[in-house]
């Protein structure tokens, strides 16, 4: 599946880290910039590419998201306040609608139905895990379903988010236990979850322990105090005075 060998040609395994490039501080007068989202890339998201391949012709009454807004059993913001709280346009936010409530008639995802996406992007590998974790950050609440407003607003911070925003959310998809620190175990639960979704068939061919090396590199420079978990400030500092990793962000759209 072209998607498929997409992310495997851009993605060594690991959300934050890009260990495989040249660090942009060895590249003489090259300064990190944050990549501007292009439409193209925006369809490479697995989630958006799923809503969408269900969303209503476009050629459709405009004004039809707004009356089916009263139709579906869980309603969802209306579109003007969705489209304040979210950096997507009204017309986006019509056709993700369109295409969430054909996907999800009762205007609810669960985590099944995110398990069955990710085995469609990733047939080469296991997506169960890497599923439920990523199911887990959207559902904030840890009620067991996403409504549509809350799906969009995470997909607005993953693809269209400031780097403070990303990172923070990225904390909260490494912090399983949600106690507000990163321990190595969640780190490489994370880790593992990815490698498996990726499957035996990336290039260049990863080791069995390349998660637990990028985890070990990752909290020697994150760990600061050397206690043994790393916190939000901790997360956030390193990351951003890391020219490695902020120019590694974009991996959050080869995987999500």
């Known amino acids: 599946m072209q998607q498929a060998k997409e992310v495997m040609k851009a993605s060594d395994g690991s959300l934050l880290g890009d260990p495989g490039h040249t660090p942009l501080s060895k590249k003489e007068g090259v300064k990190w910039q944050r990549p501007r989202l292009t439409r193209q890339a925006l369809m490479r998201c697995c989630l958006v590419k799923w809503i969408l391949s269900s969303a209503a012709p476009q050629g459709s009454d405009s004004s039809d998201s ?133 499957g035996r068939h990336t290039y260049p061919i990863l080791r069995e322990d390349a998660p637990m090396e990028h985890v070990e590199r990752f909290f020697q420079k994150m760990d600061r105090n050397k206690d043994g978990v790393v916190t939000i400030d901790e997360f956030l500092e390193t990351c951003q005075k890391d020219e490695n990793i902020m120019s590694s962000m974009q991996l959050f759209e080869n995987v999500i």
């Open 66 to 198: 707004e009356l089916e807004l009263s139709t579906v059993r869980h309603q969802p913001e209306g579109l003007d306040q969705l489209q304040a709280q979210t950096k997507f346009t009204k017309k986006e936010l019509q056709s993700l609608y369109r295409g969430f409530k054909n996907e999800c008639p009762t205007g609810l995802v669960d985590e099944d139905t995110f398990k069955l996406i990710y085995s469609q992007f990733f047939p080469q590998g296991d997506a169960t895990t890497y599923a439920h974790f990523l199911f887990n950050a959207f559902d904030a609440d840890g009620n067991g379903s996403i409504r549509f407003e809350d799906f969009v607003m995470g997909l607005s911070i993953l693809l269209r988010g400031t780097v403070h925003e990303k990172l923070k959310w990225a904390f909260n998809l490494y912090d399983i236990n949600k106690d507000g620190y990163i321990t190595k175990e969640e780190m490489l639960a994370i880790m593992k979850s990815i490698y498996d979704m990726m």
